[in-house]
């Protein structure tokens, strides 16, 4: 296990009346809400930023928001840490826990509530998988755009706390712009609901200000999202290149051509081989770096968008274009783009980046990248959402052999810090968490990074929601347990 | 109202803020001041302008991001983006006309009211487009949230929280948002003589086909006549707008037409008719009357919209049309009802949030601009407000009426 | 993810081979969402990543497992679901089975669930004492709903409520002669449960099978395939079924020559299949049980390889029910469907068809509230497709299903019998 990055120091008094707090939730919760066993907590520890791992105090998996209010209330009111859970799938560390906190897991509330279509809408718990929204609503035509690689097994819960988005973005937007509003608990048991089935809300965009949040200002419970019709067709395609620079500049050309397809996605060679393994989706070997651009719409729509987008590739050099040709083999090329981080797994352990860079850096920043990692003798795979700039740099190593370990995340710190200088930032869709919690002062002036903390204490002053995140532990309020 | 204060740099902005906390004197906060008769009556011992923090900071068409300062007005950024085939997604309306004020908008304001218009319902409102801005907290420290690139989740997203903040959060000196590629073509396909309630299905039909509608409205017969100078044909008009290439464009008119003629005489509107159509509609054409008539503007789910004014005109006389696929209402009151009766009918029907757009001064005085909120919400933007603003000094009593 | 394990621990080979499988997990977490337990219980203990986990840490401290883990790994459905969804190729199945025998070895269970076990390992394995333990179940079978109100007695209700009012008895053997040139020689498996239970699927196989000219080999003494005790950890059982049908099957293979052993269950099919590896530690096996293994194939794709001819549309609906052990432990997932519309049947997939129908081996008596959720969910799947017919490809399905509808439910390849020209199955008529 890794220890550059530190955790809170646990409240004493918290971890001194562990039984009595684990006996109040007992109280609190039906016996199926409550996992407090030391054996049962392990798999608890950690999420898929797998390289830090923290025991909770106790684990609680609650059917309702009432429920979740409950817990809450309690927590306020004992000065209880609390870390929100979804599926567990956050690359950054978000939803690891701390020795004195409780875990609220969603994972129970799985329920999709209502969907409206003439309003395009589906009311949904927390804990619902991002994909089973589009699986649910796909028969009638309908879908929910913000689509991460993880979206089988991650909450929209979890989307809404990092404002994920995915491949298909480019054209729809990420969480945030597709999510019209929220029923969420606040720390002290409160229960308040943001925006509706309307647009827009009366007073300040909370609704917005919740959304990336990381579960720092409350729990959400119940969340309405906006569906959108499915385009007549859509075709991914694929384009192979003799080095990455020329895929990067073909990204920043086609963008700034005005095209904007639904989806750029980049993948350099060692990715290209990963997920060919796993997917078999006929991705091209023979090339050093693959964009996959997807077109939707009418056939003639998706021929035009096409033939200007092949014209642009053909100017730097593209070696091979390759159009799906059924409904199968689009869903293998996607299969294999979505399974890209879980399928590196099988030939290394490995931690992924996610800084965005403007357009016109991607070329320069993905050469910097390679030579910052090769620097210290690792490798890197790319694959990324190239079309906004996303990028997610996976450096392999072997997590079983500590001086790899320490090697591959100072390659990342340095490899976020890059994207920053570069007029980016540390991170396009995974969320700070703990992983780049120690980096914000690269990003942001100190003042700055004040202000958002006055802003997060307007919602708990106690610093009682996922403490250990997202603001270095220097210079906090005395509050938040400042070191 | 007294001191104006106009600065042309951004630390003398800042210098001007610090003062003004620390004498405790509060500042009325205001770009080109044309919608100044817009939400409540500030009272406010000075005014801070931005107007002198003007002008495009950097374009980058093939980036299709715009930094700009926040007193830039709004026609220049429109102007630099026309030479460059680009626009402001989320269409944002010019208030002028219905609100009976001169001047010159400017793009802090805009995102500050985050106002957007018909498009906005499937491309996003302003703050959907708005990247980073920089912007001066109560305390005069100036300071940056967001960044300029499109996706970016590092830490709380303080832009989504200023933009719509009515200037009561910060004072934005500059603006960074994304613009998109102008669309080619448009066309505006005309169903006739449908009332509010088989409007409203006929919208949803519209926006449930793979035709990217982009802009869904419904001009009842009272107000029809109003728009294209009276060139509109005739009865109610139910309105769907299509861009994009030309020929895409034709093959979804076509489709959209195959599935909705069977509802109503169907009629077509080319690109420069249909420009224009849609710009009044977004101006709210039939409400600049030059009037203090008041004038609401509700935000519902698309299919409580008829439904709520069905209710409402069994009780006061209203005049109105539908954007946003029946789910924005613009109504007119023709006698004065309270904002109360508006707010109760809307909440019976589905609930949303009514604005109170334009008003006499003696409506202004009494009546909530903005939907009211849950007593926990307004506990919570308080608390907000006192951490950006401790010594509340911009636009105090902007958003609630105290 | 890393791992911690000593040099002295690794130096056994079970915990190697699970080590090697634990370090190619990433923890990314895709595999809950597939896993029937997690997807009905929502809980991370009951997930694939959450047993990995719980597997791992009490592999790492060496120690012997109890009453909590047991609880959590008990209730997998050994599905594979997780493997079939897992991108980093994290080999779940030879995780688990470590894992059971470790349990089995250390832990000591509560005295009804030893009973329960010992009983169903008794009896299950063998088709006489099976067959007499039916006949006291159906006198039994009032008492179900008594026994199931007091806990420790629940698997014996489910038990009750399983066993079929009736058994059909099986049909005299009637060894035709090839009716064409002869295509191939294979051995059919008769297995365990399945004969007492449904003796016309393997009458169905014989029966299409040589009327495509494949001669059927009839070698002495195998049995039951060892499935049964395997996913109850008990290794030394499981591995002694299956030395002695590898023994079997080589004497035939030695003697007269085997181009495949046919296996109409696909849960016997996963294991068989799987003998090699079980056996690789055993130099006196670990050849012979490899030969056995890629040899073994499921009945549906042995006959995708024999070119049936297409037949014109027979105006019936079928809803194909992919086992577990199909779709995820043997990767059969187009050839069933392939046969059955060449053959004139409309094919429909269920929704969620990936998700177990809770029958799994024994777990239906072992975790009978579990299995009850997942049925009521399959069988609401099933219906939904308004299909006139189930046809799935284990015997263990179809007495699940069955339990739980009343729409026939048949194995595959007793319609491509009937399509091919045999008679119309007896639970169609
Ligand atoms: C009747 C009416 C209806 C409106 N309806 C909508 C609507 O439906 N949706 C919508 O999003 N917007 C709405 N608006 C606001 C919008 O249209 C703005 O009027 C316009 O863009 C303002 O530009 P301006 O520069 O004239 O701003 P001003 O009229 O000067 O100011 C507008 C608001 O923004 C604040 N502001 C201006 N500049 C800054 C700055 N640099 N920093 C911080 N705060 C600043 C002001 O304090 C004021 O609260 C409405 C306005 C009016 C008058
Ligand atoms: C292989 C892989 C691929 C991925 N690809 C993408 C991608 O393409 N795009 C992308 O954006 N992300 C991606 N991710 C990251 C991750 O899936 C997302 O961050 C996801 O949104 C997390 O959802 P979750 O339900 O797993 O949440 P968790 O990991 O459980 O939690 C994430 C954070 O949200 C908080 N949280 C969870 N639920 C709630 C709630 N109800 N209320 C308040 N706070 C809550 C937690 O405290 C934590 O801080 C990927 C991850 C993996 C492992
Ligand atoms: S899907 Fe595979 S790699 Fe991911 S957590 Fe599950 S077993 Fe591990
Ligand atoms: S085998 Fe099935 S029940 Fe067991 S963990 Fe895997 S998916 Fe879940």
């Known amino acids: 296990m890794s220890d550059v990055i530190s955790f809170l120091p646990p409240r004493e008094k918290v971890l001194a009346r562990r039984s009595t707090i684990i006996a109040d939730l007992a109280d609190l919760l039906p016996a199926d809400c409550l996992v407090h066993e030391p054996r049962e907590l392990v798999p608890f520890e950690t999420d898929a930023f797998v390289a830090y791992r923290r025991l909770p105090l106790a684990v609680v998996l609650p059917h309702n928001t009432a429920q979740v209010a409950a817990v809450l209330k309690y927590c306020h009111r004992y000065g209880v840490p609390v870390v929100p859970r979804g599926a567990g799938t956050s690359l950054c560390g978000g939803a690891i826990p701390q020795e004195d906190a409780v875990v609220i897991g969603l994972s129970k509330m799985s329920r999709i509530l209502e969907v409206d279509f003439a309003n395009r809408t589906a009311t949904v718990q927390a804990g619902v998988t991002n994909l089973s929204i589009s699986d649910t609503v796909g028969p009638e035509g309908y879908f929910y755009a913000p689509d991460p690689s993880s979206q089988l097994a991650c909450t929209i819960g979890g989307n809404i706390a990092m404002n994920s988005g995915g491949a298909h973005c480019l054209k729809y937007g990420v969480t945030t712009n597709n999510l019209l509003g929220v029923k969420m608990v606040l720390m002290d048991g409160t229960v308040i609901d943001l925006g509706g089935k309307h647009l827009d809300s009366a007073g300040y965009d909370l609704l917005g200000l919740v959304c990336g949040s990381e579960g720092q200002l409350g729990i959400v419970t119940e969340a309405t999202v906006r569906l959108i019709a499915k385009p007549e067709g859509a075709r991914p395609v694929l384009f192979g290149f003799t080095s990455s620079e020329e895929a990067g500049a073909c990204v920043a050309d086609v963008i700034g051509a005005g095209i904007i397809p639904v989806a750029i996605e980049f993948m350099d060679k060692p990715a290209i081989e990963i997920c060919e393994a796993f997917a078999k989706a006929g991705y091209p070997l023979d090339v050093e770096a693959l964009l996959i651009v997807e077109v939707e719409g009418s056939e003639a729509e998706m021929e035009a968008m096409l033939s200007s987008i092949v014209e642009i590739a053909r100017r730097h050099g593209v070696k091979t274009v390759r159009e799906s040709q059924s409904a199968t083999e689009a869903a293998l090329i996607w299969k294999g783009r979505k399974s890209a981080f879980g399928a590196t797994g099988r030939i290394a352990d490995y931690i992924c980046m996610d800084g965005t860079v403007p357009l016109s850096k991607l070329s320069y920043v993905l050469k910097r990248t390679s030579e910052i990692v090769e620097g210290f003798g690792l490798r890197v795979a790319n694959v990324f959402h190239a079309g906004d700039g996303n990028m997610h740099p996976l450096i392999l190593f072997n997590a079983n052999d500590p001086v790899e370990a320490a090697k591959a995340e100072a390659a990342g710190n340095e490899i976020l810090k890059l994207c920053v200088d570069a007029g980016g930032c540390l991170t396009g869709e995974h969320g700070v968490g703990i992983e780049k919690r120690d980096l914000m002062l690269h990003q942001y002036t100190r003042a700055e990074l004040d202000q958002q903390i006055r802003v997060r204490e307007a919602f708990d002053s106690q610093w009682l929601l996922n403490p250990s995140k997202v603001f270095p532990l220097d210079g906090r309020p005395q509050t938040a347990g400042a070191v | 109202m007294s001191l104006l204060l106009v600065p042309t740099r951004e630390e003398e902005a800042a210098d001007m803020i610090r003062a003004a906390a620390e004498a405790k004197r509060s500042l009325a906060i205001s770009g080109g001041n044309t919608r100044s008769g817009f939400g409540q009556q500030v009272e406010a011992q000075g005014v801070l302008r931005s107007a002198g923090l003007s002008g495009i900071v950097a374009y980058d068409p093939a980036e299709m991001v715009l930094t700009a300062r926040a007193g830039t007005p709004v026609s220049e950024i429109e102007e630099a983006l026309a030479e460059n085939g680009q626009m402001l997604a989320f269409e944002p309306m010019d208030h002028r006309a219905v609100m009976g004020t001169v001047g010159e908008p400017t793009i802090g304001g805009i995102f500050a009211t985050n106002t957007s218009g018909p498009r906005r319902f499937v491309a996003g409102a302003a703050r959907d487009s708005l990247l980073g801005v920089r912007y001066i907290n109560g305390r005069g420290e100036v300071l940056r949230a967001g960044g300029r690139v499109m996706k970016n989740v590092t830490g709380l997203d303080l832009v989504k929280l200023l933009a719509g903040s009515f200037g009561t959060l910060g004072f934005l000196t500059e603006v960074t948002f994304r613009v998109l590629p102008r669309p080619q073509d448009q066309r505006t396909i005309i169903l006739s003589g449908l009332d509010d309630g088989e409007a409203a299905r006929a919208m949803a039909i519209a926006m449930s086909l793979s035709v990217e509608v982009s802009g869904a409205a419904h001009l009842p017969e009272s107000v029809r006549g109003r728009f294209l100078n009276g060139n509109l044909s005739d009865g109610p008009a139910t309105v769907l707008r299509l861009e994009g290439l030309a020929a895409s464009v034709a093959v979804r008119a076509q489709k959209l037409v195959a599935t909705l003629q069977s509802l109503a005489p169907i009629s077509q509107l080319e690109a420069e008719e249909s420009r224009v159509l849609w710009q009044e509609i977004r101006d709210v054409k039939p409400y600049a009357d030059g009037t203090m008539k008041p004038l609401w503007r509700v935000s519902v789910a698309p299919t409580s919209g008829f439904q709520l004014v069905a209710a409402l005109r069994l009780q006061a006389g209203i005049d109105c049309f539908y954007d946003w696929q029946g789910g924005l209402l613009w109504m007119r009151m023709e006698s004065e009802p309270e904002g109360e009766l508006v707010r109760h009918v809307m909440h019976q029907t589905g609930g949303g949030h009514a604005t109170l757009v334009r008003a006499s001064d003696d409506m202004r005085a009494t009546e909530n601009a903005f939907e009211p909120l849950p007593a926990a919400v307004l506990a919570l933007q308080a608390r907000v407000k006192q951490q950006l603003d401790p010594a509340g000094i911009f636009n105090p009593g902007k958003m609630a009426r105290s | 993810m890393q791992t911690n394990f000593t040099a002295e621990q690794l130096a056994d080979p079970h915990v190697a081979e699970s080590e090697a499988i634990l370090r190619r997990c990433v923890h990314c977490g895709f595999c809950t969402a597939t896993c029937p337990t997690y997807v009905t219980l929502g809980n991370e203990l009951d997930s694939p990543r959450g047993r990995i986990y719980l597997i791992k840490d009490m592999l790492e401290n060496g120690r012997a497992a109890d009453a909590q883990v047991v609880k959590h790994l008990d209730r997998c459905l050994s599905c594979l679901a997780c493997t079939t969804t897992c991108p980093s190729g994290v080999d779940y199945m030879h995780l688990i089975d470590n894992a059971r025998a470790h349990v089995e070895n250390t832990y000591r269970r509560p005295l009804m669930d030893r009973l329960i076990r010992n009983v169903l390992a008794f009896v299950l394995p063998y088709p006489s004492r099976f067959r007499a333990a039916l006949k006291l179940a159906r006198i039994g079978k009032p008492f179900g709903p008594m026994l199931a109100g007091f806990a420790p007695l629940k698997p014996f209700a489910a038990m009750l409520t399983l066993a079929p009012v009736t058994l059909p008895q099986p049909l005299p053997q009637q060894s035709q002669p090839l009716a064409v040139a002869k295509r191939g020689r294979v051995a059919i498996l008769t297995g365990c449960a399945q004969p007492v239970l449904d003796p016309r699927i393997n009458e169905a196989t014989e029966r299409l099978l040589t009327r495509l000219g494949v001669e059927i080999a009839r070698p002495k003494g195998e049995g039951c395939c060892g499935a049964l005790v395997h996913h109850m950890g008990r290794e030394e059982q499981a591995l002694n079924f299956a030395r002695r049908n590898v023994d079997v099957w080589t004497r035939e293979i030695e003697e007269r020559g085997l181009d495949a052993i046919i296996i109409t269950a696909s849960g016997c099919g996963t294991t068989i299949k799987d003998y090699g590896h079980m056996l690789r530690l055993d130099p006196s096996y670990a050849e012979k049980a490899r030969r056995i ?108 299903i069955a339990s739980g509808t009343a729409m026939p439910i048949v194995h595959t390849v007793e319609l491509l019998d009937w399509a091919y020209g045999g008679p119309k199955p007896d639970k169609l008529s």
């Not at chain 3, 094919?347 to 009521?376: F, M, W």
């Open chain 3, 293 to 400: 293994s890629a040899l073994a194939k499921d009945i549906t794709e042995y006959l995708a390889t024999l070119d049936l001819p297409p037949l014109e549309s027979r105006g019936l609906t079928v809803a194909y029910h992919s086992a577990c052990s199909m779709q995820h432990g043997q990767k059969i997932t187009l050839q069933p469907k392939a046969l059955l519309r060449n053959a004139g049947f409309a094919v429909r997939d269920p929704a969620e068809g990936h998700l177990c129908c809770g029958s799994a081996g024994t777990y239906n008596i072992l975790q009978p509230e579990i299995s009850a959720q997942l049925k009521a969910r399959k069988v609401k799947n099933i219906e939904a497709t308004k299909a006139n017919i189930i046809a799935t490809g284990n015997i263990g399905c179809m007495t699940q």
